[in-house]
């Protein structure tokens, strides 16, 4: 079974607007990293954040980390139409050598 | 383009039958992991190797086996496949020591499609 999971499943907005994704997960982990997939294509690393951080900026993107609610926030400012996609976060658990990934969220951007 | 690649893009086959996805790293990176990602599983582990050893196994099959070559390029073998193998899988690597669990790069998947 997944590890992550991402709420909402899916998500629809206009452009311009922001959109947030939660993702929470079940172990004590090393990092927790968010990809986004375009339709049927391989999966891009957007950010990691380590277990000691809270917050993270990349561009247009903003994660935060709350280890104590064993859960992740990523939000995507001022959307574009290219931001369409599914987003998955991936948890590192602490003394596993892999990537446990969520059901991903599916991001539409309406123009 | 994450340097990674894979082939082939697309591949159909039947049941019973076995096939050989390949991957080649991106340049440098001595970390290989294979993901299989399905309508119904999603996005799942299967194996990983360093530097030509296994180091971690997920949810891999009897009927799959992979290895990690000197050069570094990996192949997973699927066996005696069957319906429900059809799936994107997905090859990623990464160039640290496995437990700093760093970035993965992934490569673009190889589609199977099992009739």
């Known amino acids: 079974s997944q590890q992550g999971e991402e709420d909402p499943q899916a998500l629809s907005i206009q452009e311009g607007e922001n959109a947030t994704m939660n993702c929470s997960y079940k172990?004590?982990?090393?990092?927790l990293q968010w990809y986004r997939q375009n339709s049927g294509r391989g999966l891009v690393h957007l950010i990691l954040i380590r277990s000691n951080e809270r917050e993270k900026h990349s561009g247009r993107l903003r994660v935060t980390l709350d280890t104590s609610k064993k859960s992740s926030s990523l939000l995507i400012t001022a959307s574009r139409a290219a931001d369409t996609a599914s987003y998955f976060c991936a948890t590192a658990p602490w003394g596993a050598q892999k990537l446990v990934f969520g059901q991903g969220t599916r991001l539409t951007i309406n123009p | 383009d994450s340097g990674v690649t894979q082939t082939p893009k697309h591949l159909i086959t039947a049941t019973g039958q076995r096939v050989t996805l390949r991957c080649s790293p991106r340049s440098g990176d001595l970390s290989v992991y294979w993901y299989q990602q399905s309508l119904d599983q999603g996005l799942q582990f299967l194996i990983q190797y360093y530097n030509g050893e296994e180091r971690a196994k997920g949810n891999i099959l009897e009927r799959f086996s992979a290895q990690q070559f000197p050069d570094l390029h990996s192949e997973l073998n699927l066996s005696s496949l069957e319906l429900g193998d059809s799936a994107l899988y997905f090859c990623?690597?990464?160039?640290?020591?496995?437990?700093?669990?760093?970035?993965?790069?992934f490569g673009p998947g190889t589609r199977l499609l099992v009739l």
């Open positions: 990623a690597s990464s160039s640290r020591e496995p437990l700093n669990q760093e970035t993965q790069y």
């Open positions: 172990t004590s982990i090393n990092n």
